[in-house]
């Protein structure tokens, strides 16, 4: 791996992410410095195959990131931008600010205004929702349902956002009256956008 990173970044390759799964890194001459290690390696019966080309990839932290091929294909790894107990703010939000500040820096700035609105308007519900199994510690979750009139137990599956994230009450899909906790969500929502464009301006200023 080590010997892997060396060739790279002498070829002035950066390198994005490496570990003993594999290496991401960016350069010009990409599949040259590819097929230069493929030659290096083979010879020691190391085989190297080239999962992704041509792509962009963000990566806050190790082991998650997302891969936007160019045919517009998102890949994800990791549990932090998937799963069910995710709401749309954190699956979708990312990617496609991603994909806008690929395009146009503005446009993405103008998706980030209308989401963050949305969200202080009280009406990003949909965003906000996550669908989640009940967990043993959950208890909260179940008393403030039964205060509601519906009978929840550890393992059942509701969709749901804070209403108050402090007291931990809840507004249930079932409730007509979408109600959730909007400073708790700004927060949230200023923390991921911060993180994105941290990593976006740190690689924009290692070249």
Same mark, same amino acid.
Request: proline content about 1%; hydrophobic content about 35%.
């Given at each position: 791996?080590?010997?892997?990173?060396?060739?790279?970044? !002498?070829?002035?390759?950066?390198?994005?992410?490496?570990?003993?799964?594999?290496?991401?890194?960016?350069? #010009?001459?990409?599949?040259?410095?590819?097929?230069?290690?493929?030659?290096?390696?083979? #010879?020691?019966?190391?085989?190297?195959?080239?999962?992704?080309?041509?792509?962009?990839?963000?990566?806050?932290?190790?082991?998650?990131?997302?891969?936007?091929?160019? /045919?517009?294909?998102?890949?994800?790894?990791?549990?932090?931008? !998937?799963?069910?107990?995710?709401?749309?703010?954190?699956?979708?939000?990312?990617?496609?600010?991603?994909?806008?500040?690929?395009?146009?820096?503005?446009?993405?700035?103008?998706?980030?205004?209308?989401? %963050?609105?949305?969200?202080?308007?009280?009406?990003?519900?949909?965003?906000?929702?996550?669908?989640?199994?009940?967990?043993? !510690?959950?208890?909260?979750?179940?008393?403030?349902?039964?205060?509601?009139?519906?009978?929840?137990?550890?393992?059942?599956?509701?969709?749901?956002?804070?209403?108050?994230? %402090?007291?931990? #009450?809840?507004?249930? /899909?079932?409730?007509? =009256?979408?109600?959730?906790?909007?400073?708790?969500?700004?927060?949230?929502?200023?923390?991921?956008?911060?993180?994105?464009? /941290?990593?976006?301006?740190?690689? =924009?200023? /290692?070249?």
């Amino acid at each position: 791996l080590k010997e892997m990173i060396a060739y790279i970044e !002498a070829r002035n390759g950066i390198i994005i992410e490496a570990d003993t799964d594999g290496i991401f890194y960016s350069s #010009k001459d990409g599949e040259e410095i590819y097929k230069g290690l493929k030659e290096k390696l083979n #010879k020691i019966n190391f085989d190297v195959e080239l999962e992704y080309q041509n792509c962009v990839m963000f990566s806050s932290d190790k082991k998650n990131y997302i891969i936007i091929k160019e /045919d517009g294909t998102v890949i994800k790894k990791g549990s932090k931008f !998937a799963g069910r107990d995710k709401n749309r703010l954190q699956t979708e939000f990312p990617v496609e600010y991603i994909k806008k500040f690929i395009k146009d820096p503005a446009e993405a700035e103008a998706f980030k205004k209308e989401i %963050r609105d949305l969200i202080s308007l009280g009406k990003a519900y949909d965003w906000l929702k996550v669908t989640k199994k009940v967990g043993k !510690a959950e208890k909260n979750i179940i008393e403030d349902a039964k205060a509601k009139g519906v009978n929840l137990e550890q393992g059942s599956i509701v969709t749901c956002v804070f209403r108050n994230h %402090r007291k931990h #009450k809840y507004c249930f /899909d079932w409730e007509e =009256q979408k109600v959730y906790d909007k400073d708790y969500y700004l927060k949230e929502f200023d923390k991921l956008v911060k993180e994105i464009e /941290d990593v976006i301006h740190r690689k =924009q200023n /290692d070249g």
